[in-house]
């Protein structure tokens, strides 16, 4: 079974600009949940999708969105880039739908905002 | 508030050592979960164990054992007859079963980088 896929892995983006970034959840998952980690801030949750319902959102300005597709497929979108905003973004999906029960994550992608 | 405290940035040790990776956490809730994850270099976070509050039995996996204590709101973890290939940050994480009857939030701790060398 595949596992959960990010793209793309790694992106450079100018300060200003806009960025999606797309997630593939394990075949039958429908829960996604995206996650930024600096090495400031450590890991942080981002935001939490179940059957294309935002279900829970962590405390991140409004620039960060995300939304899920009717093939649990998931996509973030951050507007305006800042150069904080330089992270490793992880996705990571679930097969309950309660996300309470272990989540496996992708790789993620490297976001670097010059 | 909820918090997970790794108090170890980072440890060394010997391969063959035994070491343990410390979790202290804070929660109000009574209904919990526990999680351990592993970051090798490579990136990607590994599911390692996961624990729910009502539970407190400690769990052995290999070389893995988990200690889990509500008295002292701790989730230990200890790794026997350490290896090079354990070399990883390791998280600790908590979340918490929220409105609706689940909070897919985890909140993690800033990790123990691990090195073990041979």
């Known amino acids: 079974k595949a596992g959960v896929t990010q793209t793309p892995r790694y992106l450079i983006k100018t300060r200003g600009q806009q960025v999606t970034l797309s997630c593939s959840p394990i075949?039958?998952?429908?829960?996604v949940s995206w996650y930024q980690q600096t090495p400031g801030q450590g890991l942080q949750f981002l935001f939490e999708y179940f059957s294309e319902t935002q279900r829970n959102k962590g405390n991140f300005p409004g620039r960060f969105s995300g939304r899920q597709f009717s093939n649990s497929r998931s996509e973030m979108n951050v507007s305006t880039l800042e150069l904080g905003d330089s992270a490793l973004y992880l996705c990571a999906s679930s097969n309950r739908d309660s996300m309470i029960y272990e989540q496996y994550f992708g790789p993620g992608t490297r976001l670097t905002v010059t | 508030a909820q918090k997970v405290t790794q108090a170890q940035t980072e440890i060394s040790v010997v391969e063959k050592e035994d070491v343990t990776l410390d979790c202290v956490y804070e929660?109000?809730?009574?209904?919990?979960?526990l999680f351990w994850y592993k970051q090798p270099p490579s990136g990607e976070l590994v599911f390692l164990i996961r624990?729910?509050?009502?539970?407190?039995q400690n769990e052995i996996s290999g070389r893995y054992s988990w200690n889990f204590q509500k008295s002292t709101s701790s989730f230990n973890f200890t790794i026997t007859a350490s290896q090079v290939v354990d070399s990883a940050v390791y998280f600790c994480a908590l979340s918490e079963e929220g409105y609706g009857g689940s909070q897919g939030n985890l909140i993690f701790g800033k990790g123990t980088k691990l090195s073990v060398k041979p």
């Open positions: 624990r729910n509050s009502f539970d407190e």
């Open positions: 929660t109000r809730d009574t209904t919990y979960y």
């Open positions: 075949s039958g998952h429908r829960s």
